[in-house]
């Protein structure tokens, strides 16, 4: 997509970086904004990454192990709750647009995120009952927190729902510095507060901090997204097609859902065979690696509406070049991420305490999912956003089977490399799937090594 031929003087190299990452056309935008996107990770990992090492210091290993627990049905149930709007903002809003349908935009842009609040509420009521229902067989310690981890939830939807309406934009920052910036730094602020003032902390103070963290970084962003709506989108009429956001919605939700499963699997898994402190070196372990799979999210979050947008317009020729560039920027940075990571990973793990350090070994079988996983790019985003959503939710959904399969034979016998080897042979079975289903559906051949191109077969 517009690549110069390099010179091998150092003007020609200025001129290089200036045409890679200071172009007008699709590939140097996309750069920028994955640029913008893994950079705010990045800062984003580094905030998460500390506020865990403090509260895995603050707290003690039972707790923390609690703590990540909680915090991992959160993230699960959190990101499923929306119905799978926040991914099909990114084909729904583009398509609006190029169709000149703006009522239905409008509504859009207000109605879903009003759908995703009410029923993440009435769920989060329905998810208390059924933690007062099984508090029997609860770990007691547990208990307090999960409902403030229900308390959670509508904010955390929100946030999800918002989102993916600014990066349908190309508002990237607006989308996920709320998220991922601010987030993590009211937790760390709220958490060292807590401690500064002579709070017991433990993992309901942990949660409490969390849930106000969500809920204030939810209320800014979306104070700032109306008034750049306001700004963007001319004032009118306004129509709501939910049945038809649904219909669009629900099979994504389906990929997002065994994809989020195959995630938090392991760490579920874990904590019903293996001690908390356990958990929490095994967390520690997938947060190391967490920047690895920031590439993926980068590229991801970066090219899903520009998918949807070629496809509506019905260029192929570029559609192609995109998906090809998107692998190419997707595969060799997660290589380097993890050899990076591997290289550190004793001194990252010992931040957290000196015993974490006893999860080294499990850092080299979770990344062999990783890498190879990002050998093929977002070619789920691919799929969801070219109409192809259900074959792709039951690739997911044979992977979270496998995963959860292999989890409940392997973590009783080998806890964590057991929950890691699980994980990684899923992850590489959920690769061979979608690189055939890609193949056989679009004609694209999707690894980031070999022939590409569209045979224009199978739509």
Known sequence: MDAQSATTSPAGAIARLRALWGGSNEASVTRRLAGTIFVIRIVSAALAYLSQILLA?????????????VWTWVLLLGSMMDFGISASAQKIIPEYRTGGEHALLRGFLSGS??????????????????????????????????????????????????????????????????????????????????IALGFHFGATAAMIACAAAVWIAMIGQMLVLNRRLGGHVEPGVKA?????????????????????????????????????????????VVKTLALVSFVHYAMSATTAHRFAEYHALGDEARLSAYVAHAIQWTFWPSLAATVLLLALGKPLLWLFGPHFVAGYDIMFVAAVGLVVRSAIGPVERLLNMLGHQHICALAYALAFVMNAILC?????????????????TSLAFETVLLFWIVRRRLGLHVLAFGRRGIRGADR
């Not at 309406?165 to 987030?183: E, N, S």
Request: proline letters at 5%; one cysteine or more.
């Open 57 to 69: 210091r603050w707290m003690g290993g039972p707790d923390y192990g609690v703590y990540v627990y």
């Open 113 to 194: 995120r009003w759908m995703t609040f009410a029923v993440s509420a009435a769920m989060s009521l329905l998810l208390a009952g059924t933690v007062k229902g099984l508090s029997p067989w609860i770990d007691p310690d547990a208990i307090v927190p999960l409902y403030i981890g229900c308390l959670t939830l509508p904010a955390f939807v929100v946030a999800n729902t918002q989102d993916g309406i600014a990066r349908a934009h190309d508002w990237m920052r607006l989308g996920l510095m709320p998220q991922f910036i601010v987030r993590q730094s009211l937790i760390i602020g709220l958490t060292a507060g807590a």
């Open 240 to 284: 709501y097609d939910f049945r038809g956001w649904l219909a669009v919605s629900l099979p994504i939700l389906l990929v997002e859902s065994f994809y989020l499963l195959l995630s938090y699997t392991d760490v579920l898994v874990l904590q019903q065979f293996r001690s908390s402190e356990e958990v929490g070196i095994y967390f520690a």
């Open 408 to 424: 409940v034979v392997l973590v009783p016998r080998f806890g964590g490399h057991g929950a890691a080897a699980a994980t990684s």
